[in-house]
């Protein structure tokens, strides 16, 4: 059994739509991560978060630790946000991460 | 202040020959991780650094692969004798851990590895 699992795999849309990316995870966590991939290889971290929400520019973040959830939003979402979106978590105590497989975002103009 | 840099951003190599690469932290960053990601999966890690101590291994890390940080600063990872399946993505992340639980890791572009 995997211990994150995000959705979905692939997503495309046009320039200007609202996007969401899920995260659902099975174990305890002291942090989540997301982080942005573009072609090429070079990851971007855009929040680490333990609790609540994170807003940065049109990316907000929200984690329900309760509910083992994460979530990645884009507002007015435009082509350069095309990018691989991966979460990644720190397991209590340990110093690692964990990190789901990926969301393939494609924006279209 | 410059960001995490990895050298060579790519290598071609055939099968049975040793490849290094090498990674350069963000200058006092106190830890160092390397993660390997294989085409269209997420990273996996490897093993990490504490200054020049090797705190974990994983069990991906067959005895072929070597890593060392002699310095505490940068950090080489060596594969011996490569087979194909060594072929992904090779990542090198760096933080400056301060005694808490979490850190914020900044990556590097990546050594992409070719085994043919």
């Known amino acids: 059994k995997n211990e994150v699992e995000q959705s979905p795999q692939n997503l495309t849309a046009q320039e200007g739509e609202f996007i969401t990316i899920n995260c659902s995870y099975s174990?305890?966590?002291?942090?989540l991560h997301w982080l942005q991939q573009h072609p090429g290889g070079g990851i971007v971290s855009l929040f680490m978060l333990s609790s609540g929400k994170k807003k940065h520019g049109r990316l907000i973040a929200t984690i329900n630790i309760q509910e083992k959830h994460s979530s990645l939003h884009i507002t007015a979402s435009h082509p350069r946000d095309s990018a691989v979106y991966i979460c990644?978590?720190?397991?209590?105590?340990?110093?690692?991460?964990?990190f789901g497989q990926g969301t393939r975002l494609t924006i279209n103009p | 202040d410059t960001g995490v840099s990895q050298d060579p951003r790519h290598k071609i190599t055939k099968r049975g020959q040793n490849v290094t690469f090498r990674c350069d932290p963000i200058s006092e960053h106190n830890r160092l991780y390397w993660y390997r990601q294989t085409l269209g999966q997420g990273p996996e890690f490897l093993t990490y650094f504490q200054n020049e101590a090797q705190l974990e291994k994983s069990r991906l890390l067959s005895d072929r692969f070597s890593a060392e940080r002699p310095k505490g600063s940068f950090s080489t990872l060596e594969i011996q004798r490569t087979e194909q399946g060594d072929s992904a993505m090779y990542l090198c992340a760096s933080s400056l851990w301060a005694g808490g639980e979490t850190d914020t890791q900044y990556f590097g572009p990546g050594t992409r590895l070719t085994v043919l």
């Open positions: 990644a978590f720190l397991l209590q105590g340990a110093q690692k991460l964990v």
């Open positions: 174990v305890g966590i002291s942090a």
